[in-house]
């Protein structure tokens, strides 16, 4: 038997929960077992577990993984047969789980059928863990029992896993000290307080999983598009107390509504930020905002001569000229500061690559030399000094470091990302472009690449993704 909890440091009263379900969303699974353990501050424990039927199939990968088969649930319980005595062994209790917000998720959507409100204190074991123990990498609960030490008779089964929360924390407070592990406990805790105008369940709302969030204000103008690996922590973050900058503290008090879009990991929540901050120009993004044509840099041959540098808008070149550009930026005039400095640093000629207007270069007595020449920070492209091709190479050798990566696949792709609860998103990309998200492959027909433009911030999310994609599926749609 585990030691009691002691007052000393822990001086709450817990119900440590862990629930089987058909699945990983709470908006479509539903609970097929509960368990129960409730922990009282002087370490008196009490145990409740049931069936519940789904009313639904069970799918064959959950009966396998649980061992809870659709005719063990048959003469189960509802829900809604069970609510009561769930709600009152709940009642007042800290709410402990393994990926807590999983279950109380979990716990308040089949309530809410039901048209029952429920709300409470809620301790992640995982995230005690990792604040006990930053240094070890593996928090789920199969390492966290073996770390310490700890048993399970019933694996996976709901009031199995519970009894290994209950225990966990009596081990914890042995271990670590009951003091040390209070004070975790207690930040954990720790809610921050949102602004008066919103309302007070939507931190309950709120998902623990990657997606883009949205804040409205008045007349439900958007103010505000964010993305982060953790909604839930990120929102709360925007209103925590002696963190907000004086721009921060305005959007604090503008703020009316929330609403939020869940992914399956970041790459989705990079991608539609991106999307959404240009589409709907929120009024407090400033990075990611600037729309419109990209312009980029292209070499054009000239018989003779060198090579003239020209800036163009990405759109308007095809899929062979699009293979040899370098840099992007917002409009003409920020490609040509761009080609100056260039030729400034590489000692280039501005006449040659037509910057500076006069001759063509080669030295024609129509043209002359370039300004740079006469001062000795050009080579002499200008008046026949240097050859041409050589100035090519000086150039290209420039330029190398903007130059665009080619798309490296012969056509569209799927690269699909999968959370924890097992939904998966499949992102379609093609030419740098971000078609869209869908969830069948066959839908990836129906998005149109010639309606979204390049994007300069779609475009470096995918190239450092797709530099080190860490294991993704990635599907070729046009081989």
């Not at 492209?381 to 190398?400: F, I, Q, Y």
Request: proline fraction near 5%; charged fraction near 30%.
């Amino acid at each position: 038997m585990s030691t009691p909890l002691s007052p000393a440091g822990l001086d709450r009263d817990f119900a440590c929960v862990d629930l089987e379900t058909t699945g990983g969303n709470a908006s479509w699974h539903r609970i097929i077992e509960i368990g129960v353990v409730e922990v009282d501050r002087d370490g008196t424990r009490r145990e409740w577990s049931t069936l519940v039927n789904p009313g639904t199939r069970i799918p064959p990968l959950i009966e396998a993984f649980t061992g809870i088969s659709n005719e063990m649930v048959v003469d189960a319980p509802a829900f809604e047969d069970v609510r009561r005595e769930l709600l009152e062994r709940l009642a007042g209790r800290v709410f402990v789980a393994h990926n807590a917000r999983f279950d109380y998720g979990f716990i308040r959507a089949e309530l809410g059928r039901l048209d029952l409100s429920y709300s409470a204190r809620v301790l992640c074991t995982v995230k005690l863990s990792r604040r006990l123990f930053p240094a070890e990498r593996h928090h789920n609960l199969d390492s966290v029992m073996a770390r310490h030490g700890l048993d399970c008779s019933a694996r996976h089964r709901a009031l199995g896993d519970a009894r290994v929360l209950a225990d966990l924390l009596a081990k914890l407070a042995d271990e670590v000290g009951r003091v040390r592990v209070g004070e975790a406990v207690d930040a954990l805790l720790q809610e921050t307080p949102l602004p008066a105008q919103l309302p007070p369940g939507l931190a309950d709302e709120l998902p623990e999983l990657a997606g883009v969030y949205r804040f409205h204000g008045e007349g439900d103008a958007l103010l505000y598009v964010g993305k982060s690996k953790n909604i839930r922590k990120r929102v709360l973050e925007h209103f925590a107390a002696g963190q907000r900058s004086a721009a921060g503290q305005r959007l604090a008090t503008q703020v009316r509504r929330v609403d939020w879009t869940e992914t399956a990991g970041e790459l989705g929540a990079l991608l539609i930020e991106a999307r959404a901050v240009k589409s709907d120009q929120p009024l407090h993004n400033r990075r990611l905002r600037a729309g419109g044509a990209v312009w980029t840099l292209r070499l054009a041959p000239v018989a003779g001569a060198p090579s003239r540098l020209e800036a163009t808008e990405l759109d308007t070149l095809d899929e062979v000229a699009r293979a040899d550009v370098y840099g992007l930026y917002r409009d003409r005039r920020a490609a040509t500061r761009a080609v100056e400095e260039i030729v400034r640093a590489h000692q280039l000629c501005a006449r040659a690559l037509g910057v500076e207007r006069g001759g063509g270069g080669g030295g024609d007595a129509e043209g002359g030399s370039c300004f740079a020449f006469q001062v000795g920070r050009c080579r002499g492209a200008c008046v026949g000094r240097e050859a041409p091709a050589l100035h090519d190479v000086r150039t290209r050798l420039a330029l190398a470091p903007l130059r665009l990566r080619p798309w490296p696949y012969p056509g569209r792709i799927l690269v699909a990302e999968r959370d924890w609860r097992g939904q998966e998103d499949l992102h379609v990309l093609d030419g740098w472009r971000y078609l869209g998200t869908v969830r069948e492959a066959a839908d990836a027909a129906g998005l149109d690449r010639d309606a979204v433009p390049f994007d300069p911030d779609v475009y470096r999310i995918l190239k450092k993704y797709l530099s080190a994609p860490d294991g993704a599926r990635i599907v070729e749609l046009d081989p």
